[in-house]
């Protein structure tokens, strides 16, 4: 038994190191899209202290949007900006109709509200889009499908150009984040109002359009990730369940930091992986993925309770 | 004025729900799925259900005389809102379908108290065969230790399948799990390794964990126990990681048109068994144009209309529509109760001829059921993908019955025992 679980592993992986290779890059490639969906999540938490319960049902909105639109006859990449408009439109309308008349209400309740949002959403997208698996534009996007066959130490690597394209657009959409909030002022009013709301209202900074912003990039990221997972088995409501996974990430991470997010998602990405493949599978029958990333973030949080890159909140009574 | 306008339109809106409870006809509610992550898969289903009982209603004023109330309450396939409708449908009911394994197994003991019967076509628990123990309970035509079964056999014809290994792909769920027992018993039958290979619901559209587990141990065959969006996630890893699509073959579920468009040509030579098949040039399909679609009463499209499910759907309604029709000429009376039906379900006898008459030939096998069989074997054809549609790759293949029996009655009684105190039918004699 200590032979199979501290020794066989590590024996497999230096005896097929092309197969060890091919489960970091699965992992890699997972772990960036959880990576993606967490930065919704963190977005709009940072500047609201709203869990956004509706982030999953925005993935399948925004990806049920562009290949509804296509579908229309509308070539792809102006259907993307018709995406990018028509989630701009539900950012506003959530501002108006759902938050502004909520401001000042306990957390709980904003949170109640986007969970409203997303049966809202699951019922106006079914009733427009209807409930049939679609197929994800993926070669009208310019999307390359082929594969990169390697071939390391005479093994076998193969690498999805669709999860080249995924990594680096996720990537660089990531880069811009970071730069959006590190040099804009737009970027640098949404880390002010993370820090302290009053203090962030009283210099004149509008809740108003910060909340309108954070909604719309998370839209933004929401068509990203559709697009990404979509191009992988079509796009069906199906792709809400995926926004779960990015919960072990927030709580791994810490539901205010955006590197928490990145290097959370990547590291149960990998983590999660290596462990169904060496461990999970042939100790366990498998299927470990389903809990492997909450015990690891249930253990974290135990020694760190606000994650590996949250803030210490300290309450003075 | 303002309490007035309210009390008005509350009085109005009153009028109107008493009037859809007053619809008269047989109750006949579907547990459907339109909404969630098998809705994919739901909809084709349900609309085909839905468009026979309202070909039935709007060409033949119903059956038997007497129009069917077809209603649908959404469970998004989840077992506990399941229940839920089952709970809220029981009262006028004359039958109830669960559209979910889980959902099955949580109603199949309330079945039995409310004396209602489950019709569950081509899913729910296999041993639910056995008429004599599930008296209530019907997976016509064929249950999944039959499609498991038929799958074995349609393996062994093309090779001895002694020292061979068989990877299990399914979905971590009751419905994925129910061929295991089969499928473990075949293979010590005939000696070849099984590898169950779990997929979490959260994983179903991201299976590489599973297709790196495939590829390390190299099986012959993979068979996939898929529903919704597994199915098309399986498929895309399968045409990914290179596995030969020719050697991969999954239930009937796993055969939805729509999950091969996602790969389109890369799926070709990809398999499922089926105990049912669409035939575009059946009379009921001019019907179906004629009474349901040009009146704008289906929620379906052409091209839904032609495929694999769609068609299941019909056949669905038809086996509830020819249990109504059995039960009624028995019975003596149009307005028959549960009990009738539990009767008209166990006497079905569909036929060459019947099916012909049901403008219906080839959509589906001819198959009988008893009081001792609720499932009627039918066997079933196998399909294959060919880059554009399923056509049919084999003649119809039996399920090993012999083997199968002596399983279906020791797990029969397992589960009486268990749940006991369990009322067996010891009048049912074959």
């Known amino acids: ?317 | 004025m303002k309490t007035l306008t309210k009390l008005a339109g509350a009085a109005a809106l009153g009028a109107l729900m008493a009037g859809g409870a007053m619809a008269e006809g047989l109750y006949t509610p579907n547990l459907a799925y339109r909404t969630g992550p098998f809705a994919a898969t739901g909809i084709p289903l349900m609309n085909g259900q839905k468009d026979y009982m309202e070909l039935m209603n709007a060409r033949d004023g119903g059956i038997g005389g007497i129009a069917i109330d077809f209603d649908e309450c959404e469970t998004g396939y989840s077992t506990e809102k399941g229940v839920e409708c089952y709970e809220k449908t029981k009262g006028k009911a004359i039958v109830t379908q669960p559209w979910s394994t889980g959902i099955t197994l949580q109603v199949l003991p309330k079945t039995n108290v409310d004396e209602i019967p489950i019709l569950a076509p081509g899913y729910g628990f296999s041993p639910m065969a056995d008429g004599k123990v599930f008296q209530w309970a019907f997976n016509i035509p064929l249950s999944y230790w039959d499609g498991a079964s038929i799958l074995i056999k349609y393996l062994g014809s093309q090779g001895d399948l002694s020292g061979k290994k068989i990877a299990f792909l399914h979905l971590d769920h009751p419905f994925g799990k129910e061929p295991l027992p089969y499928l473990e018993a075949a293979a010590e039958a005939q000696g070849f390794e099984l590898v169950p290979i779990p997929v979490g619901l959260k994983e179903m559209q991201n299976q590489s964990a599973q297709w790196l587990q495939i590829r390390r141990e190299r099986p012959d065959y993979v068979i996939m126990w898929g529903w919704g969006a597994m199915n098309a996630g399986a498929i895309t890893e399968a045409v990914k990681t290179k596995f030969p699509m020719e050697n991969m073959l999954g239930v009937w579920w796993a055969g939805h048109d729509a999950d091969l468009k996602i790969v389109g040509d890369a799926g070709k030579g990809y398999k499922s068994v089926s105990w049912s098949f669409p035939n575009p040039e059946a009379p009921i399909m001019a019907d179906l144009q004629k009474y349901v679609v040009e009146p704008g009463k289906t929620l379906s499209n052409a091209e839904e209309m032609s495929g694999v499910f769609y068609s299941r759907g019909l056949v669905i309604s038809m086996v509830l529509g020819e249990g109504i029709r059995v039960a009624q000429e028995h019975a003596g009376k149009a307005e028959i109760s549960p009990a009738d039906l539990r009767w008209g379900l166990e006497n079905l006898d569909i036929t060459e001829e019947r099916l012909e008459e049901l403008g219906m030939t080839g959509m589906v096998p001819p198959f009988s059921t008893s009081c001792n069989n609720h499932t009627g074997h039918s066997g079933g054809w196998i399909l294959e993908w060919d880059g554009e549609k399923f056509v049919k790759a084999s003649d119809l293949i039996m399920p090993d019955s012999d083997m199968i029996a002596p399983l279906e009655e020791k797990a029969a009684m397992d589960y009486a025992e268990a749940n006991q105190p369990w009322p067996v039918n010891e009048e049912c004699g074959g």
């Open chain 1, 1 to 317: 038994m200590l032979n199979d679980i501290f020794i066989q592993p590590f024996a497999d992986m230096f005896a097929a190191p092309d197969f060890l290779l091919q489960v970091l890059w699965e992992g890699l490639v997972s772990g960036i899209l959880y990576a993606l969906i967490a930065l919704g999540f963190v977005l709009i938490f940072r500047s609201s202290r709203i869990f956004n319960f509706a982030q999953g049902i925005m993935v399948v909105f925004a990806a049920l949007t562009l290949v509804g639109l296509h579908a229309m006859g509308i070539p792809a990449w102006i259907s993307v900006a018709l995406t990018l408009a028509v989630m701009f439109v539900l950012a506003v309308s959530i501002e108006r109709v759902v938050l502004r008349p909520l401001v000042g209400q306990p957390d709980i309740i904003l949170f109640m509200a986007t969970i409203g949002i997303t049966l809202f959403l699951i019922g106006f997208g079914e009733i427009i889009f209807g409930g049939e698996n679609k197929v994800m534009i993926t070669e009208e996007l310019g999307i390359p499908t082929d594969s990169v066959v390697l071939e390391p130490w005479g093994g076998l690597l193969i690498l999805e150009q669709k999860d080249i394209t995924a990594v680096v657009v996720a990537g660089l959409l990531v880069v811009a984040l970071l730069l959006f909030l590190g040099k804009t002022r737009m970027g640098r009013a949404i880390r002010a109002l993370g820090d302290d709301h009053q203090a962030a209202l009283s210099v004149g900074i509008s809740l108003q359009t910060i909340w309108v912003l954070v909604w719309f990039i998370a839209g933004i990221i929401a068509l990203v990730t559709g697009i990404a997972w979509g191009a992988r088995a079509g796009v069906s409501f199906a792709l809400e369940v995926i926004a779960y996974k990015a919960l072990p990430v927030l709580m791994l991470g810490g539901l205010e930091s955006i590197t928490g997010a990145i290097i959370g998602g990547l590291m149960i990405g990998m983590l999660e992986k290596l462990f169904e493949i060496y461990w999970g599978q042939p100790l366990m029958g498998g299927n470990t993925e389903t809990w492997f990333a909450f015990v690891l973030a249930l253990i974290v949080l135990l020694f760190r309770p606000q994650g590996l890159f949250g803030e210490r909140i300290i309450e003075r009574v």
